[in-house]
């Protein structure tokens, strides 16, 4: 039998999870109504007019930038792989893994009436897991994403539209990294693009040696290969 301390410790513990869960709720009932805003923005902005042929030469040039982004970030990629592999088949290096993501930010022109001095003016965020490139995917031709039959890309079909783009406006992945209505790409004055590298490393407590086996990229010592370890 629990004593009467317990008990009392006990019946806190219960006030707390409904505390919690009533909090939860809230929470919850405050983002699905966030969601539903977002719906009727969006609907909104799929009957608004047309662009003019100068937001639609914007938006192509937006385009034309966010290509380049990601033509920057497998190059970028493409030139640290090889020495990051020979550091993980240094029998010397500690190094048994490691990964590259891309953190791109979209902020307001300055000029934009919601910009502020005292905040980022981060419209939305985009994080990408960038794989092992190489020259052939870096080079090939670029691919549509435009979805055929779209009423809001119609007038952007001068050009084939880059998957950032693409992502940009037709995808969102919650409250910090929401898509962006076409009308609203007209408001990004800059982008910035953070290219980080992380090194993994895998210490064995039992053994006190760095374990180079317990990385997703088990690189084999005698060659490049890749598998599963």
Known sequence: MLSFNELEVLRDLVKEIHRSNSIANSHAFFLEKIKARFSENRHGQEG????TDSEVERLMKLNRSLGEIET???ETAHELWPELVDKIKNPN????DFEFETQIDFMLRDDDPEASDDSDNIMTTRKVFVSQPDRKTIDKELIDF???GNGETNQLATEPHCHLFHDLYEHS???EQPSVPLRDCLRIGSVWVEVIVRQQYFLDLETGKWNKDCGSRHIVANNAKEKSC
């Open 48 to 51: 608004s007019e047309r662009f």
């Open 72 to 74: 920057l970030v497998q």
């Open 93 to 96: 290096s500690p190094m048994g």
């Open 146 to 148: 435009r979805e055929s």
């Open 173 to 175: 992945y919650g409250v």
